[in-house]
């Protein structure tokens, strides 16, 4: 084979790996509007406002019989999706890594997702069940979704490509949300004008996050391959498999006391973007035109916060990068406490911080990982971290629910998630990274 034709193969092969690339970045472009405007902005409220109609004299719900505050439905129906997810994601995972065909799997989880998400248009009324049913499904086939989503990455990139392609692919998501959210204002503040109820204009804000999520999944879909794998001598299904993997990390404690840790305060994290709008809307009385501007002052911040902690880190190590990130989430919920209600500005400045702080903490965390990963076992573990992260992340929501439903007040459940920062920062702090790093069998880089 001549140098020409060996070029020519090379050039044909980058060719198709940044069309497939392009592709994948288009994955988090349809599903991002779903954590966006769904989510993040006008589930939460929404939900919680058709809990409160169907109510009882003394405030609560009653779904199968159990007596719930209608203040609280909310959070728990996201606690209870979580764990749907996590009894999903193994027998799912085993499945697309016994047969190679990711793509159907993908498919089938996003378009479940979506069309659940779609069928929000119908919840009006007193039907909290049946919101409480589609955010279920919704958020479960999200997650599953963005587990095989995830695992492409190596194969569609090597390993010096990663980082830009993986940062790209978040940069489509912002870009995504911040799109539909400005069209959101615009619909939801002149709802009048289109001849739609408030309640009306949610409702199609809701449906449009769904059929939006299912048009664009179809360009993943169609440049996404699936890649044949041969059968793994003495593969494990679902939970097996996952324990097998946990055994192996008890070998290397340091980088399962680093997964700890991140599991912990990114509770934290996710349980403050998922109630945010809860505590802004229950407890401050703000509209949802206010809660829309918020979160996209949150969006565009959480990329400027990325880049300002991506360049401390280069200064001062990724560790200790984090470390002060988790100081800032404890002092911007601590302030968040004592915000003035019936006040936009002061809760415009939580949601700065909240941007500042939100890209940058995960994305390190992230890279942090991978320095912690045995060679050859990527994958193996990352589908761990994804289980992990998972499965804990219901803690959150349920203590929010719980904290709220003993004491009445949001404030007192939004500070309760202070307690995820600081035994999160407490257990990072005491994680050794660079021997960690060398235990796993990596090098060491000069600042981490």
């Not at 500042?356 to 193996?380: D, I, Y």
Request: glycine share 10%.
């Amino acid at each position: 084979m001549g140098i020409d034709t060996v070029r020519t193969d090379e050039a044909d092969g980058a060719a198709d790996r940044r069309r497939e690339q392009r592709g994948w970045y288009f994955y988090d472009w349809a599903c991002s509007v779903y954590s966006t405007s769904v989510l993040t902005v006008f589930l939460g409220p929404y939900l919680t406002s058709v809990a409160e109609s169907a109510a009882d004299a003394d405030g609560y719900v009653h779904p199968l019989g159990i007596p719930v505050r209608s203040g609280s439905f909310f959070a728990y129906s996201v606690s209870l999706s979580v764990i749907v997810a996590v009894l999903v994601m193994p027998v799912v995972g085993a499945a697309a890594d016994r047969t190679g065909r990711k793509k159907p799997l993908l498919g089938a989880a996003a378009y479940t997702g979506a069309a659940a998400t779609a069928a929000m248009f119908f919840l009006d009324g007193d039907r909290y069940l049946l919101g409480g049913l589609l955010l279920i499904v919704a958020n479960a086939a999200q997650s599953v979704a963005m587990m095989l989503y995830n695992s492409y990455l190596p194969q569609i990139a090597p390993p010096e490509e990663r980082d830009a392609v993986s940062s790209r692919g978040w940069a489509f998501g912002y870009a995504s949300g911040s799109l539909v959210l400005v069209a959101n204002l615009i619909l939801y503040t002149a709802h009048d004008s289109f001849g739609l109820s408030e309640s009306a204009a949610v409702r199609v804000c809701l449906a449009s996050a769904g059929l939006w999520w299912g048009a664009f999944a179809l360009i993943p879909l169609r440049r996404l391959r699936d890649r044949r794998v041969p059968a793994r001598e003495g593969a494990l299904p679902g939970f097996r498999q996952l324990a097998a993997t946990v055994r192996d990390m008890r070998r290397r404690p340091l980088t399962l006391a680093f997964l700890l840790a991140y599991l912990v305060y990114n509770d934290g994290i996710q349980t403050v973007i998922s109630q945010a709008s809860v505590y802004g809307s229950e407890e401050l009385g703000l509209g949802q035109s206010t809660l829309i501007v918020a979160v996209l002052l949150v969006q565009v911040l959480a990329v400027v916060g990325a880049l300002a902690l991506g360049r401390l880190a280069r200064t001062y190590g990724a560790k200790r990068t984090i470390l002060g990130s988790l100081v800032a989430w404890t002092v911007t919920l601590a302030a968040g406490y004592f915000l003035p209600a019936g006040v936009p500005a002061w809760f415009f400045v939580l949601a700065a911080g909240i941007g500042l702080v939100l890209g940058g903490s995960q994305a390190l965390s992230r890279s942090l990982f991978s320095h912690l990963v045995p060679p050859g076992k990527e994958a193996e573990y990352f589908s761990a971290y994804e289980m992990s992260d998972r499965g804990m992340s219901w803690l959150g929501p349920l203590l929010f629910g719980l904290t709220y439903q003993l004491t009445g007040s949001y404030r007192d459940a939004i500070i309760s998630l202070v307690a995820f920062f600081v035994i999160g920062f407490v257990l990072l702090a005491r994680v050794p990274v660079r021997r960690a790093i060398g235990d796993a069998g990596n090098p060491v880089p000069e600042r981490i």
